[in-house]
C-alpha cells in the first residue's frame, strides 16, 4: 500500500491554515467532529520509526483538502525538527465498527502449606502478588473517560477558548515519546488515535491531548506480575506544553 505524503510546501501551508484557523470556533465546527479519530496503519508507524532520533516525535496540526489532519514530523538527536522532504500524514476520520481498549492484569497467587515432621499440617497461608507494570501505561476506565468528555464537551472547549482566548491557548502540535507506542512490538498492526480531555493540575485547566489504541496480532503474554494494555496516553499539547 503507497503511502500519501506532503511534499515541504505541503506542510508549511497545512500547518498555516490550522493556525488560521483556531480562532475561528464555527470553522472548528466544521473540521472536528467530536467522534472522529486518526487511523496510523504499519506503513506510517515504520515511517515514524526509521526517521525519527529522539525519544519523542511530534505531530503537528494541519488542514489540507478542507479536512483537518495529523502530520508526523520526526525529531533529530537533539530534539528538534527535522527538515523532510516528505511528511507522513493521518486525516481525521470517521471511526468504522468499534474501538476496543483492553488492559489485561496478571498475578501470581503464592500458597504455602507447611507439614511437620509426622506430615500433619501445621500452617497455611495464601499471598497474591500484585501487578507491577513494566512500562508507563494508562487506565483504560481513565482512557475511556477522557475520549468521552471530548465527545460530549470538546466543543465546548474550544468555544471557551476561541471567545475568550481567540484561540491563542489552542494545541498547535503534540509531543509523544516514541516508546510508549511499543513500535518494536512483534505484531503490531495499526494505531488509532483519539483527542481527549482530561484535567491538568499543573496548568489548573482541561487539556486537550491524544490518546492511542494500539492493534496487535497477539496481545496476551504469558509473562506474569504485569499489565498488559494497548492504551498508551503520553501526548503533551502545545501550546501550553511546548519544551522542545
Avoid: H
Amino acid at each position: 500500500m503507497l503511502m500519501i505524503t506532503l511534499n515541504r510546501d505541503e506542510y508549511a501551508l497545512a500547518t498555516s491554515e490550522w493556525g488560521n484557523c483556531i480562532s475561528d470556533f464555527n470553522a472548528i465546527q466544521q473540521l472536528i467532529p467530536t467522534n472522529y479519530i486518526f487511523e496510523m496503519p504499519r506503513e506510517q508507524l515504520d515511517w515514524i520509526k526509521e526517521n525519527n532520533d529522539y525519544k519523542d516525535f511530534c505531530s503537528e496540526i494541519g488542514i489540507y483538502n478542507g479536512k483537518l489532519i495529523l502530520i508526523f514530523c520526526p525529531l533529530d538527536g537533539k530534539g528538534q525538527r527535522k527538515m523532510m522532504s516528505d511528511y507522513a500524514f493521518s486525516t481525521l476520520c470517521q471511526l468504522e465498527g468499534t474501538l476496543t481498549l483492553q488492559e489485561k492484569q496478571e498475578y501470581t497467587i503464592v500458597k504455602n502449606s507447611v507439614l511437620s515432621s509426622d506430615l500433619r499440617r501445621v500452617d497455611n497461608d495464601e499471598s497474591t502478588i500484585l501487578p507491577v507494570t513494566d512500562r508507563p501505561v494508562m487506565a483504560q476506565d481513565k482512557a475511556v473517560a477522557a475520549i468521552e468528555l471530548w465527545r460530549t464537551e470538546g466543543m465546548d472547549w474550544f468555544y471557551l477558548e476561541c471567545t475568550e482566548f481567540e484561540g491563542v491557548r489552542v494545541f498547535k502540535r503534540f509531543y509523544v515519546p516514541s516508546a510508549d507506542l511499543c513500535l518494536d512490538r512483534p505484531g503490531l498492526l495499526q494505531i488509532k488515535c483519539s483527542f481527549g480531555l482530561k484535567y491538568n493540575d499543573i496548568y489548573q485547566r482541561m487539556l486537550v491531548t491524544l490518546i492511542f489504541i494500539s492493534f496487535n496480532q497477539l496481545l496476551e503474554n504469558n509473562g506474569s506480575s504485569q499489565t498488559i494494555s494497548n492504551t498508551y496516553d503520553w501526548s503533551q499539547p502545545c501550546p501550553p506544553i511546548c519544551r522542545i
